[in-house]
């Protein structure tokens, strides 16, 4: 990892490997009300403001996206990353949404959009850039940002409250696949994966092929697609190589701006020490990335 991050000249440290600490200063406004759904379920989100640079500022925001594999996980599972983008000036969405066995397949993203959604209707009350809605995602989250970013006005795959669209400024890809169907019949932890999607979707491919489909953000690529950064392990034991080769040689054929970065020997949620060589080298090419679309 030291030498893939010198040959991407990017600044890594042994000491915060072993030694890190990151303090949580940012109180977050927590179970924020971003709608109800048809079930009657109120979506809530967490809000971790941006630190005060200047009054008069409008901040650009983050949307997060927990992971779990679509069945699991919640909000406020990463406040190291909601805290770490606080530092840097963007105010964090951190969304809850809702999962089996309470929710359709297409309940998950719509409850992205909605999120989305909410976020625009409500930048002046949070002080938000609304040229300036990232999405940043992790594993089942990273696979629902681009989808729901990717699809946006698509009708098959509708918001799930009456919110407007929002172009998405950019987004955040932490080893999410972009193939569902090809995830479900290639990865190496194939019990998992194939339980949690068959939770998820209702079945096999061979079941809802059309259903694997629709879920799949390759579908949706186009020229107009956000810039996407793409971080992933060569060691992932859950999602493949060739999730993000086959979604890089996508986004560059469409000549959509994209980043993609392969890490050697990490495996998934590589993220989740602070202070990690692997984090580190994230949260740099992450901070490049948003720098280079939030100006």
Known sequence: MLSY??????SVSLSSHFFNKQDISTEPMQNIVYGKATDGVELKLDVWPAKENSKNTLKPAIVLVHGGGWVSGDKGEVPHWNQWLNDLGYTVFDVRYRMPPHAG???EVGD??????????NADTYKINPQKINLMGQSAGGNLAMLAAYSMGNTQLPPSTNVPEVHVNSVINLYGPADMTLLYKNSTSIDYVQGVMEQYIGDSPSQFSD?????????YIQGNTPPTIT?????????PVEQGEIL???????GVD?????LPKVDHAFDINPGSLSTQFAREKVT????????
């Open 288 to 295: 490049a990335f948003l720098q280079r679309y939030n100006k």
């Open 105 to 107: 397949w297409k309940d």
């Open 258 to 262: 994209h980043e993609f970065y392969l």
């Open 231 to 239: 971080l992933l392990g060569t060691g992932d034991r859950i999602v």
């Open 248 to 254: 890089d040689k996508e986004l560059a054929v469409k």
């Open 211 to 219: 259903r694997y489909k629709i879920l799949s953000p390759i579908n």
């Open 112 to 121: 992205i959009k909605s999120a989305l959604g909410w976020v625009l209707e």
């Open 5 to 10: 991050a010198k040959s991407e000249n990017t």
